[in-house]
C-alpha cells in the first residue's frame, strides 16, 4: 500500500487532498500544527476509509520540526511515496510594512518548508526509482499582488527546477497553481473575496482530482480548469505593464 505525506492537512485544499488519497487507498502522514484537528481526521479517515494515519505535529516556521519531517520522509524502513507540500496561508500585509514577521513566517512555511521537504523527499524517491512530489502554488504566480505572489512564483519555479534535476530518475514533480478555491483560506488570511463572481471559484474536490490526473501524466505545472489555464495563459503572454495594472487593481479591490 503506498503512503502520501501531506503539509496542512486538515483544513481547506490539504484536507481535500488527503480525502481524495485516503479513498484511493493510500495510508496517510499528516502534518500540521493543528494538533486536536489531526486526530480528528485520523480518527474519522481510519474508521472511513480502513487505512493507517500518522498524525506529526509540526510548526513548518520552526526548522527542528522542519527537519524532523524531513527526517520521516527519508526514512527507508518507512518509505513516502508522495509528499505533498500544501501548507500556506494568504499573506494580506504590505510590502511597506515596517514590521515583516508575518512575511517571514511566509517565506519559513512556503518556500523554505518547501524547499528542505522537497529536497528530502526527492532523495529518498530517487534512490527507490520511483515517487512524487506535488507542491501547491497558485495562480497568484502570473501577477503581482505582493509577497504572496513571488512566493508562489518561487514554489512553481522551484517546482520546475526539481523535475529537470530529477528528469529520467523515475521521479514525477507537480506544481499546481489553483485560481480562487472554495475553502476557508481567504477569511482565515482577512482577505475579502466575496464580490467575486460564481464563474472565478474553483470547486476544491476538482482540483484535487485534476492536480493528481496532471501528477500522474508527468504534467509539470497544473492549472485546473479551462478557464484559469486560459487566464494564467493569457498573464504569461501579456505585456508586464498590463500585469501590474491588474494586481494593483485587484490589491485595491481586497481592501
Request: glycine content about 8%; aromatic content about 6%.
Amino acid at each position: 500500500m503506498s503512503t502520501a505525506l501531506i503539509t496542512g492537512g486538515t483544513v481547506g485544499i490539504g484536507h481535500a487532498f488527503a480525502k481524495h488519497l485516503a479513498a484511493q487507498g493510500y495510508d496517510l502522514v499528516l502534518a500540521s500544527r493543528d494538533e486536536a484537528g489531526l486526530l480528528a481526521v485520523a480518527e474519522r479517515f481510519t474508521e472511513m476509509y480502513g487505512i493507517a494515519v500518522e498524525v506529526i505535529r509540526a510548526d513548518l516556521a520552526c526548522r527542528e520540526d522542519v527537519l524532523a519531517l524531513a527526517e520521516r520522509l527519508e526514512d527507508p524502513e518507512r518509505p513516502i511515496d508522495l509528499l505533498v507540500n500544501n501548507a500556506g496561508f494568504a499573506v494580506h500585509a504590505s510590502l511597506l510594512d515596517r514590521d515583516i514577521a508575518l512575511h517571514e513566517r511566509a517565506l519559513d512555511v512556503m518556500c523554505l518548508a518547501v524547499l528542505i521537504l522537497g529536497g528530502a523527499a526527492a532523495r529518498a524517491m530517487k534512490a527507490r526509482g520511483q515517487g512524487a512530489i506535488l507542491n501547491v502554488a497558485s495562480s497568484s504566480a502570473a501577477i503581482t499582488t505582493g509577497n504572496y505572489s513571488a512566493i508562489k512564483a518561487w514554489v512553481a519555479i522551484y517546482t520546475e527546477g526539481l523535475s529537470n534535476e530529477l528528469r529520467g530518475s523515475g521521479v514525477k514533480v507537480t506544481a499546481v497553481l489553483p485560481g480562487w478555491v472554495k475553502t476557508e483560506f481567504h477569511s482565515r488570511g482577512g482577505v475579502k473575496a466575496h464580490n467575486l463572481p460564481d464563474i472565478v471559484w474553483i470547486d476544491v474536490d476538482r482540483l484535487v482530482r485534476q492536480s493528481c490526473r496532471d501528477l500522474e501524466r508527468g504534467k509539470v505545472l497544473s492549472v485546473p480548469t479551462k478557464r484559469w489555464a486560459f487566464m494564467v495563459g493569457l498573464a504569461h503572454l501579456a505585456p508586464r505593464s498590463v500585469i501590474r495594472k491588474v494586481s494593483r487593481a485587484l490589491t485595491k479591490s481586497r481592501e
